[in-house]
C-alpha cells in the first residue's frame, strides 16, 4: 500500500529521523494558515500523489513569499498532474504539502527494500541523488551501492560502516548518519514496508542532513497487525477497479490489454496471461477469485472486467478444486445473464463436476465458447480478438 509524502514524514518523525517543517493543505486558506505558522520564506509547495516525478511534472514550486505562496498552491491544487508513474492520463491533485525549503550543499539517495532473491533487507545509496536518480541507475549503476542486511541478525556496525565509506561521508558526521541509518531500519523492520526511500537525502549548509523527500510502500498483506497505518490508505489514489476488486476479496489488477480474464490461482493466472499474449493478444487484467469463490465473487468478477472499456473478450480459465465446475458455471451464467455480457466469452475448466458444469453452460441458452484443453483455449482466444 503506497502512502503520500506527508504521511510518510509523519512516520519519519515517530523515528526522530530529520524532515523539514511543514504540514498538508487541502485549500489555499489551509495553505496560508501552515505558511504563517512557519513563518520563514522561500517554502515549498509540492503536489500529493502517489506517484513520483512530480517536480518535472510541474506539481512541485517555490514560494518566495506569502502573495506568491497563494499563487502556486492555486496552481498545483486541482491541477492533473502527469509524470512517468502516472501515465498519460495523470492525476488529479487534491492535497498539498507546504514545507520550509532546505538550505541544500549536497544531495543523496537512500532506500531500503526486500530482496526476494537472496531473502534479505537491501539498503541502496548514491552520492548522486537528486531528480535524475533513475538516469543514474541506468548508466552509471558502479555509483549505486547495496548492502544486504539478513533480517534474521538486523542491521550491524559493518553495513553501516560499508554504506558511509562508499557515500564518503567524513568521520565528524559518522554519528548522525548511523543513528540515521539505525532510524530508517527499524521503521522499514517494525512497520512491514515493502519500500523507504529518500531522494533525495539533503546535507544541509550547517552539516546537519534532512529527509527532504520520504517514500514509503507498506506490505498490504501485513496491515492486519498495524491498525495505525490503515488509515493512511487513499482510495482515491487506487486504480477504480482494483478498489472495488478488493471490497468483494477479489485479486485485481488493471493491465492495458484487450482480454479479460478470470482464474482461480496466481499461478493459473499467470500462465493464462502468458497463453493470451502467444495468442497475438495482450492481458487487461490480472483477476484470481481463489479457491474459495462463490457465485456472487463470479459475478462481481465480470462486472469488474466489464467496466474496462479495452476489453473485447473474456477468458475464464479454472481448475475445480475446492471451488467445484458445477459452481462455477452457475455463477458465469448468472453473471452474464446480469451483466448483459457483449463480448466474446472463452470458457476452459477442468476438475471437481467438470461434466455437470459444462451441462449447465450447454444447457443456459447462451452464447458460450467452451474449450476442452489450454491449446484449445488459446486458438480460440487468438480468434476471439482477432
Known amino acids: 500500500m503506497k502512502i503520500h509524502e506527508y504521511q510518510a514524514k509523519e512516520l519519519f518523525r515517530r523515528y526522530a529521523i530529520p524532515v523539514p517543517e511543514g504540514g498538508v493543505a487541502a485549500t ?31 506539481g512541485v514550486k517555490l514560494a518566495a513569499d506569502r502573495e506568491e505562496l497563494q499563487q502556486k498552491t492555486c496552481e498545483i491544487l486541482g491541477m492533473t498532474l502527469v509524470t512517468p508513474q502516472t501515465g498519460p492520463e495523470g492525476r488529479l491533485v487534491q ?29 541502496m545509496a548514491s552520492s548522486a541523488g537528486g531528480m535524475d536518480i533513475e538516469h543514474t541507475a541506468a548508466t552509471m549503476p558502479d555509483k ?19 554504506i558511509l565509506f562508499g557515500l564518503g561521508i567524513a568521520p565528524d558526521m559518522m554519528k548522525q548518519w548511523s543513528a540515521l541509518l539505525a532510524a530508517l531500519y527499524r521503521l522499514f523492520v517494525e512497520n512491514d514496508c515493502a519500500l523507504v526511500e529518500i531522494n533525495p537525502l539533503v546535507v544541509a549548509g550547517s552539516g546537519s542532513l534532512l529527509a527532504v523527500d520520504a517514500k514509503i510502500e507498506l506490505d498490504a498483506n501485513a496491515l492486519f497487525r498495524h491498525a495505525d497505518l490503515q488509515k493512511y490508505r487513499d482510495v482515491n489514489e487506487e486504480d477504480p477497479f482494483e478498489a472495488k476488486a478488493r471490497e ?37 487484467n490480472f483477476l484470481d477469485v481463489g479457491g474459495g469463490a462463490t457465485a456472487a465473487m463470479v459475478e462481481k468478477g465480470f462486472e469488474i472486467i466489464l ?27 448468472e453473471a452474464v445473464k446480469k451483466c448483459s455480457v457483449t463480448v466474446p466469452l472463452v470458457i476452459r475448466m477442468e476438475g471437481t463436476n467438470v461434466e455437470q458444469g459444462r451441462k449447465i453452460l450447454a444447457d443456459s441458452g447462451l452464447q458460450l465458447i467452451t474449450a476442452v484443453d489450454m491449446a484449445d483455449a488459446a486458438a480460440k482466444v487468438a480468434e476471439m480478438v482477432a
Open 248 to 284: 468483494y476479496n477479489l485479486n485485481y489488477i488493471r493491465l492495458s490489454g484487450n482480454v479479460g480474464n478470470m482464474v482461480n490461482g496466481a499461478g493459473l493466472a499467470m500462465a493464462t496471461m502468458d497463453i493470451i499474449k502467444q495468442a497475438g493478444a495482450e492481458p487487461a
Open 144 to 162: 549505486i551501492i547495496k548492502v544486504s542486511v539478513n533480517p534474521l541478525q538486523g542491521l550491524q556496525p559493518h553495513h553501516i560502516r560499508r
Open 307 to 333: 467496466s474496462d472499456p479495452n476489453v473485447r473478450g473474456i477468458f475464464i480459465n479454472i481448475f475445480g478444486g475446492i471451488l467445484r465446475c458445477d459452481v462455477l458455471a452457475s455463477g458465469i451464467v
Open 95 to 123: 492535497k498539498v504539502l507546504i514545507e520550509q525549503a532546505a538550505d541544500i550543499s549536497r544531495e543523496l539517495y537512500l532506500s531500503l527494500l526486500p530482496d526476494r532473491a537472496t531473502a534479505t533487507i537491501v539498503i
Open 28 to 58: 489555499v486558506a489551509e495553505a496560508l494558515a501552515i505558511a504563517d505558522e512557519i513563518n520563514a520564506y522561500p517554502l515549498v509547495v509540492k503536489a500529493q500523489i502517489h506517484a513520483g516525478g512530480r517536480g518535472k511534472g510541474g
